[in-house]
T-cell receptor
Framework: GAVVSQHPSWVICKSGTSVKIECRSLDFQATTMFWYRQFPKQSLMLMATSNEGSKATYEQGVEKDKFLINHASLTLSTLTVTSAHPEDSSFYIC???????????FGDGTRLSIL | AQSVTQLDSQVPVFEEAPVELRCNYSSSVSVYLFWYVQYPNQGLQLLLKYLSGSTLVKGINGFEAEFNKSQTSFHLRKPSVHISDTAEYFCAVTPYNTNAGKSTFGDGTTLTVKP
């Protein structure tokens, strides 16, 4: 089946540092990748949608300069949390999809803890 | 715009009992429907999907769901649950050909299977 690899799975770092999270589709080409944030006991909050080779589309209220998304190829998207602060601590999940009538394939998530 | 309502935030059930997790949606356009499962500290896995055709769809792990267009529902069922089914379940819809095919997720239902 379709596999999405997300790294790292857990990050702990100091306030003010930048953190990069990678999302790779291992056995398929993803025309669209999504980045979500999930708070404890809550649903997924869509942060942005990215299509290969074009700029990401951010949801209302998500800071573009804070959460940099790059979709360099059909198999790789990255999310960089710049100058992270404790309020950025969360569980971040990526997903990849071939087409709208196909399901999203999710990575295992990254737990980000900012001290 | 679309919205998804999962009617039960928590569903406790005993092992080997049947279970139904309810999902209603609203949309001004036709949608694809999905159920996903999330285990602790992991991403989401697809259980099943409805695109078209037969309204009863079967998924992995013995789950099935029935699409009811008149009631705009897509309830998930399993005739006999196992302890290992304890997890968070999300219903999601994706519109046909609009809004970049972004999915809308429900708030989730926590299924707890007791011995």
């Amino acid at each position: 089946g379709a596999v999405v690899s997300q790294h790292p799975s857990w990050v702990i770092c100091k306030s003010g540092t930048s953190v990069k999270i990678e999302c790779r589709s291992l056995d398929f080409q993803a025309t669209t990748m999504f980045w979500y944030r999930q708070f404890p006991k809550q649903s997924l909050m869509l942060m942005a949608t990215s299509n290969e080779g074009s700029k990401a589309t951010y949801e209302q209220g998500v800071e573009k300069d804070k959460f940099l998304i790059n979709h360099a190829s059909l198999t790789l998207s990255t999310l960089t949390v710049t100058s992270a602060h404790p309020e950025d601590s969360s569980f971040y999940i990526c997903s990849a999809r071939v087409a709208p009538d196909q399901p999203q394939h999710f990575g295992d998530g990254t737990r980000l803890s900012i001290l | 715009a679309q919205s998804v309502t999962q009617l039960d935030s928590q569903v406790p059930v005993f092992e080997e009992a049947p279970v139904e997790l309810r999902c209603n949606y609203s949309s001004s356009v036709s949608v694809y429907l999905f159920w996903y499962v999330q285990y602790p500290n992991q991403g989401l896995q697809l259980l099943l999907k409805y695109l078209s055709g037969s309204t009863l769809v079967k998924g992995i792990n013995g789950f099935e769901a029935e699409f009811n267009k008149s009631q705009t529902s897509f309830h998930l069922r399993k005739p006999s649950v196992h302890i290992s089914d304890t997890a968070e379940y999300f219903c999601a819809v994706t519109p046909y050909n609009t809004n970049a095919g972004k999915s809308t997720f429900g708030d989730g239902t926590t299924l707890t299977v007791k011995p």
